[in-house]
């Protein structure tokens, strides 16, 4: 019996001997500072499971570096990376779901600061060195913060908004207006003085605009998304818009097919020919007055999640998240519609930003 | 066959051929080795023929009154749980599938939410399952339908006590864990009558280091000048649940028997934070809430040549999800404010008939009508006004099956079995299913099993109809499964025994349903993925007799799963055609050892699951990693019995090791924690 006994305690312990190898990330080098244009790539990741991701293409070379931001710091991104936006060679990065924003050095992606305790930030936009915006969803505040010693100030509270409801985007500026589009169950853009911090006008549009650029002749331009089938808020044909900066009015409506899903406007660098998708990729000159016939690529069988232009080389770059649960593919086309690279960057890519 | 106090085998086989009728003894432990009989091959009922099936016994269920059927499901069977903490969210994959593709009954009646599909196990007090088992794959087709993965099947059972009977248990664990449970029982000739509460609480505060995260310290000037991986504690974690069984069985004592289950849970828990979460914790309020009723009134009439079963019951579920944020002095705003109510009414009727020895005829129909109403969000509508965004919708599931089971001879058995679904107004396909069994070697008790079967699982009502995303359009997913296998039981001498089986499953599964992301913002289900779903489970029990006092008990699992996405490729840069589903491991095992003397007994406890890709292209990013793990629990427990009362002392220490381990990517598992437990039964 005892031998018995001592086969059977043996047993238990060799079954106990292991360990599970997680561990520590380790901090690489890195410095791009040499190259020239360089895009980086905001991959979400998947919801929940902080493992969003930041990816670093270098056009020149067409060399990606996946994972730049855990590469560097040894620790993750977070939770869904929404957007990031580059000042003064500091790139700032929203991580939606991990409340928190990341200051980084684009040559060295080394974090140098963070804000934190956010609601559900979005993008990130600079009225000055000790002042920015940070927009959020569900909530109907806008975030004032100091960037210099990241802090949050105070905020810019939203008219007609409640915090479930709460939904504002993208800002762009013009003098001291910043116009921010309201998407979420919203169907409007609205107009803050940033001297006083606070909502002054507003201005009705479609049903959920997603996007906000302003191109070349100081017009916005932005594009709704129809809501969906079934919304107690409504289900429309979608729409981009073109409105005056200045008068802060709906210049011209081109309308587009119920049941189209338009998204992602984009600018190109001399911010006189915009770009968006719907399914296909289409350009259009900031002067038309029609949607072109033909798009600028034709849809491939695929979703394309993110765009963007090189404001140097006008290349078009589109992402695509594939299955969402996979590292997803990013496609360089030239400006005339050629395909130039492809590569393989992070889980849902949906947001560029040119250093 | 030797009878009480001599050693006997029992087989908890995948086959439960072995099982035989009677169950161990509820309090074996004071019962001195008492165990149930061998069962051979003849004895086994016609019910089971071909079946795959795996019980699990009341020593497994109720190990301790902190235990879910999560725990219970991942120390004791080849089921991969993925579990996102403590007394968070846990669902299964069977066989490589998804938790929506595992039917769960209780006491017959469906318990899967049928909103999402799935069932959350953590949910489920062991303590209230008296009997619980798996059906493996084709085997599900006998109870349900819609199981492309299996079936898990739990009930009550009477406690056969006379007179009052009295136990208060009460467990005191790591990160303020307090576990109480209680039972009243009263019995006679005829009547049974039991209620049973368990009372959980805890901080759950357990602290982890953070390898995700990073602190900052900095200097006056805002520069970084050191940083440090935290060691954090579990924020957001702590948990209330109640739940109440109540049981009334009335016997005759002429072949009918009534009976009464109900169970009422009260739920509290706060949903976790990520490892990779900069918010405040006081900023925040994350939390999600339950309220469970299910009862069931039930009928069962026995003749000695058939039998009838009536059933009714009724489910509601209220739930509500609350994301609640700091805005200012305290005050709580709420970001996400849902809820959700199901109601379900559920009738069923089954029959048995036996022609003589050799052929037996079964017939089953059970209808869940569920009336489900979702509040998500609201919102101020375009014209002013308040707007709620949710659905309400009705649905009846019918389910009817009959069977033939027939024993041309000695030692062989054909099952063949019918089921049709009507899900709303679609009508499944017919759902077959033949099952085959016979002996090989009466010695040794070798027997070889096969079964074939096709299936279908319809969506769920979120699938169709949530705001925004759901898909009216779906179809149901369908399957064939192919399972053969052999076991084999060797002892029975009062030595030794030792049982075994092995299985070979193979099952497609077509139009798998996924939620994917759309550009507007939101998920939205598709029929995308073709499945195949493969492997080999293997199951083996080791019962030894060391002497008249000494017993040990080794029960051990392993399943190989591979899980392979076989369908189109998405686009043309899609890399996961051809690969393992993520977050399903190709292999699991788990292996229980407990070894009794007199009134001690010690449990070891140890599972493996290999590593799980967290992309369905299979590879493994630095962020991305889930690698494999090993967990050990240990269980010393020391029974006294004194004139008055029985008490039981029993002490746990679970992830023995302290092993950092993640089943979820960046939710935190507690490390080595403790718990407590002091019982008593009075005797009167």
């Known amino acids: 019996m005892s031998t018995l006994l001592r086969i059977a305690m043996a047993a238990m312990l060799l079954l106990s001997t292991s360990c599970m190898k997680w561990d520590y990330g380790l901090e690489e080098s890195f410095d791009t500072s040499a190259s020239g244009e360089g895009l980086f790539i905001c991959n979400e990741g998947n919801f929940q499971y902080g493992n969003a991701t930041l990816s670093y293409y270098d056009p020149a070379t067409k060399t990606v570096q996946n994972e730049v931001f855990f590469r560097a710091n040894a620790m993750k991104l977070g939770d869904v990376a929404q957007s990031m936006v580059i000042r003064n060679g500091i790139g700032w990065v929203i991580v939606n779901n991990s409340h928190v924003v990341f200051a980084i050095d684009i040559n060295t992606f080394k974090e140098v600061g963070r804000i934190t305790d956010l609601t559900s930030p979005r993008y990130i936009h600079f009225i000055s060195d000790e002042k920015a915006y940070i927009t959020q969803i569900w909530d109907n505040r806008i975030f004032i913060v100091n960037p210099k010693r990241y802090e949050i100030t105070g905020y810019i509270e939203v008219p007609n908004m409640t915090m479930e409801s709460g939904s504002t985007e993208q800002m762009v500026q013009y003098g001291k207006y910043l116009y921010v589009n309201c998407w979420s169950y919203q169907n409007r853009i609205i107009k803050i003085d940033t001297e006083t911090d606070e909502v002054i006008d507003e201005l009705t549009v479609g049903i959920q605009p997603t996007s906000l650029v302003m191109d070349c002749n100081n017009k916005l331009w932005t594009v709704t998304d129809g809501g969906y089938e079934g919304s107690p808020y409504g289900h429309e044909a979608p729409s981009l818009y073109r409105i005056d900066a200045e008068t802060f009015t709906i210049e011209q409506q081109y309308k587009f097919d119920f049941g189209d899903w338009p998204s992602e406007v984009q600018l190109n660098g001399a911010k006189d020919t915009i770009y968006w998708l719907n399914d296909d990729v289409w350009a259009m000159d900031v002067t038309a007055d029609r949607v072109p016939v033909r798009p600028f690529l034709p849809y491939n069988g695929t979703l394309y999640y993110g765009l963007t232009v090189c404001p140097r080389t006008g290349d078009v770059y589109v992402a695509d998240a594939i299955d969402y649960v996979q590292q997803g593919m990013v496609y360089r086309y030239s400006s005339s519609g050629e395909l130039i690279d492809e590569f393989y960057v992070g889980i849902i890519p949906g947001a560029f930003c040119w250093k | ?684």
């Open chain 2, 1 to 684: 066959m030797k009878r009480l106090l001599s050693i006997l085998f029992a087989l908890t086989l995948l086959p439960s051929a072995a099982l035989a009728q009677d169950e161990m003894p509820k309090d074996w432990l004071h019962s001195g080795v008492n165990i149930r009989e061998v069962a051979v091959y003849g004895n086994r009922p016609m019910k089971e023929i071909g079946i795959q099936q795996t019980k699990l016994d009341s020593i497994v269920l109720k190990e301790n009154i902190a235990l879910s059927m999560a725990d219970i499901l991942t120390f004791n069977t080849s089921i991969f749980v993925k579990s996102y903490g403590r007394a968070t969210l846990s669902t299964v994959s069977f066989r490589g599938t998804s938790p929506s593709h595992t039917q769960v009954t209780w006491n017959g009646m469906r318990i899967n939410n049928p909103m999402l599909g799935m069932t959350d196990f953590s949910m489920i007090p062991s303590y209230f399952i008296d009997d619980a088992s798996l059906l493996h794959g084709t085997s599900s087709v006998n109870e349900t339908g819609g199981g492309l993965g299996g079936a898990i099947k739990m009930s009550t059972a009477p406690a056969e006590n006379r007179g009052f009977g009295l136990q208060y248990i009460q467990g005191i664990g790591s990160f303020k864990t307090f576990d109480e449970f209680l039972r009243l029982t009263y019995g006679d000739d005829h009547w049974q009558v039991s209620t049973r509460a368990v009372l959980s609480t805890s901080a759950n505060d357990y602290k982890y280091r953070n390898h995700d995260k990073k602190e900052n310290i900095y200097d006056e000037n805002m520069n970084i000048v050191d940083q440090y991986y935290p060691v954090e504690r579990n924020r957001s974690g702590s948990f209330r649940d109640l739940h109440i069984l109540q049981e009334v069985y009335y016997n005759t004592g002429r072949g009918d028997k009534l009976g009464l289950n109900a169970w009422f849970l009260s739920s509290n828990r706060e949903l976790p934070m990520l490892t990779t979460d900069y918010s405040n914790e006081a900023s925040f309020d994350n939390r999600q809430r339950e309220e469970t009723f299910r009862g069931i009134l039930s009928w069962e009439h026995l003749r000695s040549s058939w039998k009838m079963a009536v059933r009714a019951g009724y489910i509601h579920t209220w739930m509500a999800y609350d994301y609640k944020r700091d805005v200012g002095n305290g005050t709580m705003a709420h970001m996400t404010r849902s809820r959700s109510k199901v109601n379900t009414i559920y009738a069923q009727a089954e029959g048995e008939y036996y022609i003589g020895k050799r052929w037996l005829i079964t017939a089953n129909i059970a209808a869940h009508q569920h009336f489900v109403e979702s509040r998500d969000k609201n919102i101020i509508l375009q014209q002013g006004g308040n707007g709620i965004v949710g659905y309400r919708k009705a649905r009846i599931e019918l389910s009817g099956s009959a069977s033939v089971k027939w024993k041309p001879v000695d030692g062989v058995g054909i099952s063949a079995v019918v089921r049709e679904e009507m899900y709303g107004d679609e009508f499944s396909p017919i759902i077959p299913a033949l099952f085959v069994d016979g002996v090989i070697s009466k010695r040794g008790n070798v027997v070889a099993k096969a079964s074939v079967s096709r299936n279908y699982r319809f969506p769920t009502l979120n699938d169709l109809y949530f705001l925004p995303g759901g898909n009216p359009d779906l179809r149901k997913e369908s399957g064939w499964t192919y399972d053969a296998g052999l076991s084999f039981a060797v002892g029975g001498s009062g030595i030794y025994s030792l049982s075994g089986s092995a299985t070979w499953f193979d099952s497609y599964i077509h139009d798998w349903i996924l939620w994917l992301p759309t550009t507007k913002g939101f998920f939205s289900p598709k029929n995308i993925k073709d499945v195949h779903a493969y492997g080999v489970e293997v199951q083996a029990n080791l019962d030894v007799a060391l002497s008249k006092e000494w017993l040990l008990k080794l029960n051990g699992t392993y399943s190989w799963t591979p899980s392979i996405n076989e369908g189109e490729p998405i686009s043309a840069a899609d890399q996961s055609v051809g690969k393992q589903l993520p977050y399903v491991p190709k292999h699991s095992s788990s292996i229980t050892g407990r070894l009794s003397w007199r009134s001690w007994s010690l449990l070891y406890k140890w599972c493996y699951y290999s590593e799980r890709f967290t992309m369905s292209s299979n590879d493994i990013s630095l962020t991305g990693k889930l690698p494999e793990y090993f967990m050990n629990n240990i269980t010393l427990e020391k029974g006294f019995s004194m004139r008055w009362a029985d008490l039981t002392l029993k002490g746990t220490i679970n992830n023995l090791f302290n092993e950092e381990y993640l089943s979820v990517l960046s939710h935190p598992m507690p490390g080595i924690n403790f718990e407590i437990f002091i019982g008593i039964t009075p005797k009167w």
